[in-house]
């Protein structure tokens, strides 16, 4: 994070704004995503020397997506705490499982839209978006997913996911029963749940640190 | 709204299909808002013939908008109540006022935010995408306006709007005094507060018809 | 608005008082109403000369109910907003629909009961008790329509119109077809929720802008 | 409680008149408070023979009052439950103690606004509006009490009782600094606190109950 | 309460050693329950001289505990309350009824954890594992009643307890069925509704006051 | 998993138990923990074979704690998943920081006790006792940390941990302005936050799975 993208996001220098007189004719914000390429949270933590490893995966992003996701260098200040992220999305996210992955993205947006989380909703909505081939399924998981003409299978899966996230302490066994009466396996409930929790973390480093998206998420496969 | 369409809609047809057993890779939905044109509520009310009025109303849109906003199509049942929705529609959102229009369109959206409305999500969001020219603010204020970078100006209106959204027994003196001090006058906070109440107005006649948004927006100033 | 009015209203005023010395046996308040036919919100928006069409609703106000309600003085600052707001209101609850006034009047008291919006509960809690010529109704709406022996029609009327006010991202199929069940034909659910809806706004502009109700209600129908 | 009036709660009798095709001008209900007097509780629990002492309690209560309050019926089905309920509630709110009666009832009524108890509500708002002698002050209470034109120390009282009413368990030391710089003893905390905290009790127990106000409090002191 | 131990509640004291500059290795707490013996509330309420009933009762509580209750020396500032709070105590957790005395615990301790009340969480948590000879089950209802292996009957009582607790305006004749489904009777469903309505009761009143429990309890019966 | 304690979590077993004509005096649970060790999860997935690295952790945990998680043995159905959680948890909870271990457990039980996750809560309320030697601080984590006598250090600390589990949407500049007041730097505040948001993962996949505790927590650090 350059030190003017820092100065950028000084509260102090916001307030000072704010004292001015406002105007009659407010300035409307011409560009929100400005600052959000280089200036990608509100914790100064320089990034560390990239591992073998991590050089290899951050050039595969470039290669794959054009650029590098901003968690990816938001979790860059400690090798070990990014190879760990690295590994458990990937393996969640990626690895088999019945559950395919536009059905794991649907649960990250659905989640994150619980939890009204802006990197994750932008990020996950454009995954929604490309994987489906269907903008509008992105717009309505990022909205609300009860709203999507969805087939009893993904309802479902949502349900639970959500659930799982707004009030886990009442998550029981009539709760997996539904999972299970719509056809899903033990090893698909814990797909489900283990991708409805890892979002459940990821909204919350993500809104600890104002994550900022990457401004090329928003155009994608609109 | 067509008998196909009514059909399609038929909660018992859902239900019948999912009574058949659930594919190992399930199909992904094609196309979420394959009906969203045609079959624009979940209430069978079929249209009264248009007034004179109202039919220069439409065609007006038709050639301003390209097409007719489905909230109008909705209130077409009934030419009385299109017209008072119509005419509070104009004065909140168009008429002269201290505020901006996009920042009304900014409320209408953070308010739409709060409540979760498709239909006003999708057709608020593409406003305020249009009028500021930066469709990231369109999906900020459909995310979380929190974060956005905002002047105080509107982040005070926002958060003004928002309260009073979720917990209008809780709104007094103070904030008012918060609107006044980032320097909206007692017109201006009541044109907060209008445009605010309405869309708590339109989202719940909204959400409980399950009104379904235009499909051209989605891709408006994207 | 009289400026004494607005002085009673200023709260640097209520603090200096607060500053005093506590007494050990305080004051009761002798008239909380004292102010409200007079000073009646808290925003100073002076009254714009009625047009032809106002004046003479606002006198068949008089003549019918011995006064003019102050929500229609509050709107009174400007002839475009208080005719949309006439024009909507008369619909909504007078015109005719498949849902008695009574219901409509049951209906505008339990949305407003969850919104603890004291205007529009001393307002219309007064019609509720004067249409149905039973006092306690009009209280069992205010306080929990859940504990007033309803017909299950009117139970199913009012769960949805309370869900609707409390969580309208949640209504769905289910919700219509418990409406549906309970003999509603698709018209009757618009009508029950566009009521609910509107309530909703009001509720909100009466909270936003401390609206005080006239004094009158409260002894009506008792 | 009368077999008949036991009749009258049966709930399956009322699912019965469910069943019947619903009407297309619905029955309004003609007397609300039909049953309250004597049919007043969902419990089957038959009154034990009156002690002595609290025989002489009724009767001084019908002496005052002109009749017995309904939450002493309730628990005379066993003279101890009854006894300990009356020492514990005269004490709080008869006894010598800073609060005035009258303050003890307005926290009373708040409490029980929040807690949507129609019996605590009906029967403590009446004793507001008779203490007082202001009968919007009973509705004011009952409605909202964020919305009464209170003194600061009222206000501090109310807020207190309605957070330890909603989150008990957000309470701390920086709460009760707010009580005593309103004027407030550590001996004035305790009484409001006790006296919240009671009618926490009281609203579970009627609402538990479906617990029914003797029909008599509604007109008084309006 | 002695003058230290009120010393050492004095909030400024608090604040003034958190201007101290923050050590690098912060300091741990060394004994959270320094002063729970002795500093029982934050209210400095002396107490009165004991009545010679209370004097016995107290002393049979040191014989039979080793102890006593602090809650008991809160209300010992005045002692109609004590006896008040004594008598109704008593009766509603010892006196004969079909619930057990572990199951009026139960309910104590799960309405509780509700309300997040820690000296009644310590205090009936320690009951519920001498009760039942069982540790786990005290941690169980602690923390959530709902990942308790429960026979049916228990966990009708609890979701009632608990349900009555934290939304008693929606407690109706179907809560009532449940309990009833599941064997209680109407007597029952007084004393489960007795119980965890006095507990929302007790549970505020600590919190009011921040109550501490006897250290004792805490090793009791693990 | 067996096959036995599988058939103890058959929900249809459970039920034909409840069809059973319930006892005047019912059966205490005698040992709700009976299963515990063996019949960790609610879901039936068969170990994998342990790899090398995974069996020499595991041995490890036997030797250091006496047992293997029942958390780890969870994941154990997927060597991939193991690996990727246990790197994680070992990173945050162990690796260096200027947040102390303990300072870790405390913000893993708070989260999990707004959470209500059975599990976390047996085994970091465990290590908190453990790690600061005080018995009470682990209850306290467990029951209220807000009734802690903490630093305005651990009491910043655990706010924002807290308020980032409950509404992570409405965390910003101020709450992180919080932690720097409290003499926190942007590395402790990621931390604070990395570990606080692990936990609203891992209690998720507790809560869908019904992760039960290891019994031998229970007693640690008693």
Chains 1, 2, 3, 4, 5, 6 share one sequence.
């Not at 591992?51 to 990816?72: D, H, Q, R, S, W």
């Not at 938001?74 to 992220?85: E, P, R, V």
Request: one cysteine or more.
């Amino acid at each position: 994070m350059a030190k003017t993208a820092q100065k950028h996001r000084d509260p102090d220098h916001r307030r000072a704004a704010a004292a001015a007189p406002p105007k009659p004719v407010p300035a409307v914000p011409s560009n929100a995503a400005a600052h959000d390429d280089t200036d990608i949270t509100a914790l100064d933590l320089p990034p560390a020397p990239l591992t073998p490893e991590m050089e290899a995966y951050f050039a595969k992003c470039e290669e794959k997506l054009g650029f590098v996701p901003n968690v990816l260098k938001t979790y860059g200040f400690d090798m070990a705490k990014l190879a760990a992220f690295v590994a458990m999305y990937n393996d969640l996210m990626l690895a088999p499982s019945n559950l395919g992955k536009l059905e794991r993205e649907m649960i990250a947006v659905a989640v994150s839209s619980h939890n009204r989380c802006y990197y994750c909703l932008v990020a996950h909505g454009a995954a929604v978006r490309q994987l489906s081939g269907d903008p509008v399924l992105g717009e309505l998981m990022v909205m609300n997913y009860r709203a999507a003409p969805l087939s009893p299978r993904h309802r479902a899966m949502l349900d639970f996911a959500v659930k799982l996230t707004a009030e886990p302490w009442t998550v029981e066994d009539a709760d997996r029963a539904r999972l299970r009466a719509a056809g899903f396996s033990d090893r698909d409930i814990w797909d489900i749940s283990a991708v409805a929790a890892f979002f459940n973390m990821t909204n919350r480093v993500a809104s600890a640190t104002d994550m900022r998206p990457n401004t090329a998420y928003h155009a994608q496969a609109r």
